[in-house]
């Protein structure tokens, strides 16, 4: 298969400095509920730079002497970063935890929990972001960029950091699969073809993103022509408020979460789309993912292998909140805050506000 470039929306450029390190990039997790203050578990806020999650956890667990499996932690956050985030252990370590103390990683509060964290529970992230040698005439650029994602949103690619550090571990995800590849390891074998899923979205996402930048060029026939879709199949497709286009038969999820179901009136989705109450769903591969039909099967297809891991859908299209901004014309700075549902990259906020070039 041919690998297919992230398509954004606006063929913009604007210059500026971002610098992946704790200096200019914040995150900090949203927790999915409100702590009780009672119970056998204890909540950590932990604030860390310059450090995995793994790295992190390793140097709490060591320092109270469990293991990391004992503990329990809601996703993995950025290396190059400062990061904030929520941990469990037992509440017997509360003593012994009130004397830790390590130069990369600060204990913020403490607070008693029912249970332990799990992967995913938390709402989302808050990322807090600085760029910096933004002059006027980009300022400009970047404000007007910012208004588009604010009332439109951005598209949910995978971000680099998905492939390993060069890029290229879904190769080894598709030779898994093709058997010329053997690997006894079952977690990595499982993560290595995890990211072979996350390329074949991000394939499917750029060709749909081709599909959209299509439309707000040509007819819905020429379009049809020129993605090799059958006569009639964009019909009701061009008229659609969205950039994002929907498609017969698409798969849908109600908007931040929800059930998955098929697209079978065009016209009222797009509307239900426009709201933001729900929101196209695109394609892991794998058992029990829910199929789309018609032309969005269609289009789907060639991103669709069999894996011997479960499938599920992933949100194509997301919205970006709680957006706040600042500029600091003495020093050219640009500061920017912003929400993301959980698992979503910031990367893709960077890569519009940048003006990627459309390939």
């Given at each position: 298969?041919?690998?297919?470039?992230?398509?954004?929306?606006?063929?913009?450029?604007?210059?500026?400095?971002?610098?992946?390190?704790?200096?200019?990039?914040?995150?900090?997790?949203?927790?999915?509920?409100?702590?009780?203050?009672?119970?056998?578990?204890?909540?950590?806020?932990?604030?860390?730079?310059?450090?995995?999650?793994?790295?992190?956890?390793?140097?709490?667990?060591?320092?109270?002497?469990?293991r990391r499996r004992d503990m329990g932690y809601a996703g993995l956050k950025d290396k190059h970063a400062m990061t904030i985030q929520y941990i469990s252990v037992m509440a017997i370590h509360e003593e012994?935890?009130?004397?830790?103390?390590?130069?990369?990683?600060?204990?913020?509060?403490?607070?008693?929990?029912?249970?332990?964290?799990?992967?995913?529970?938390?709402?989302?992230?808050?990322?807090?972001?600085?760029?910096?040698?933004?002059?006027?005439?980009?300022?400009?650029?970047?404000?007007?960029?910012?208004?588009?994602?604010?009332?439109?949103?951005?598209?949910?690619?995978?971000?680099?950091?998905?492939?390993?550090h060069h890029g290229d571990n879904w190769l080894e995800g598709k030779k898994l699969l093709d058997g010329t590849l053997k690997m006894r390891d079952r977690k990595k074998r499982e993560f290595i073809m995890g990211a072979y899923q996350s390329y074949l979205f991000n394939?499917?996402?750029?060709?749909?993103?081709?599909?959209?930048?299509?439309?707000?060029?040509?007819?819905?026939?020429?379009?049809?022509?020129?993605?090799?879709?059958?006569?009639?199949?964009?019909?009701?497709?061009?008229?659609?408020?969205?950039?994002?286009?929907?498609?017969?038969?698409?798969?849908?999820?109600?908007?931040?979460?929800?059930?998955?179901?098929?697209?079978?009136?065009?016209?009222?989705?797009?509307?239900?789309?426009?709201?933001?109450?729900?929101?196209?769903?695109?394609?892991?591969?794998?058992?029990?993912?829910?199929?789309?039909?018609?032309?969005?099967?269609?289009?789907?297809?060639?991103?669709?292998?069999?894996?011997?891991?479960?499938?599920?859908?992933?949100?194509?299209?997301?919205?970006?909140?709680?957006?706040?901004?600042?500029?600091?014309?003495?020093?050219?700075?640009?500061?920017?805050?912003?929400?993301?549902?959980?698992?979503?990259?910031?990367?893709?906020?960077?890569?519009?506000?940048?003006?990627?070039?459309?390939?």
């Amino acid at each position: 298969m041919k690998e297919l470039k992230p398509i954004y929306p606006l063929n913009v450029k604007n210059e500026f400095v971002f610098n992946s390190s704790a200096r200019d990039f914040t995150v900090e997790e949203i927790p999915l509920y409100t702590f009780t203050g009672e119970g056998e578990h204890l909540v950590l806020q932990v604030r860390k730079k310059e450090m995995t999650t793994w790295e992190m956890l390793d140097a709490i667990s060591n320092y109270v002497g469990i293991r990391r499996r004992d503990m329990g932690y809601a996703g993995l956050k950025d290396k190059h970063a400062m990061t904030i985030q929520y941990i469990s252990v037992m509440a017997i370590h509360e003593e012994k935890l009130k004397t830790f103390s390590h130069e990369k990683i600060k204990i913020l509060s403490m607070v008693r929990h029912n249970n332990k964290i799990r992967v995913g529970h938390l709402k989302g992230n808050r990322f807090k972001i600085r760029l910096k040698k933004v002059l006027g005439v980009q300022k400009d650029k970047l404000d007007s960029v910012l208004k588009w994602i604010k009332n439109n949103g951005v598209p949910n690619y995978f971000g680099n950091q998905r492939f390993g550090h060069h890029g290229d571990n879904w190769l080894e995800g598709k030779k898994l699969l093709d058997g010329t590849l053997k690997m006894r390891d079952r977690k990595k074998r499982e993560f290595i073809m995890g990211a072979y899923q996350s390329y074949l979205f991000n394939n499917w996402l750029s060709r749909r993103m081709e599909l959209n930048l299509l439309l707000q060029k040509f007819t819905e026939s020429e379009t049809e022509q020129v993605m090799g879709l059958p006569e009639g199949s964009l019909k009701g497709t061009k008229e659609q408020p969205n950039f994002f286009k929907l498609v017969e038969g698409d798969t849908m999820m109600h908007y931040p979460y929800g059930r998955v179901f098929n697209v079978e009136d065009i016209s009222e989705e797009a509307k239900r789309f426009e709201s933001k109450d729900i929101a196209p769903a695109g394609l892991l591969p794998g058992k029990k993912a829910k199929p789309s039909t018609s032309t969005a099967g269609m289009i789907e297809a060639p991103f669709n292998e069999e894996m011997p891991l479960n499938g599920t859908r992933r949100y194509a299209w997301i919205q970006v909140t709680e957006i706040t901004k600042n500029y600091v014309e003495e020093k050219a700075h640009y500061e920017l805050s912003f929400v993301l549902p959980k698992g979503c990259y910031a990367t893709n906020v960077l890569d519009i506000l940048r003006g990627e070039p459309i390939k």
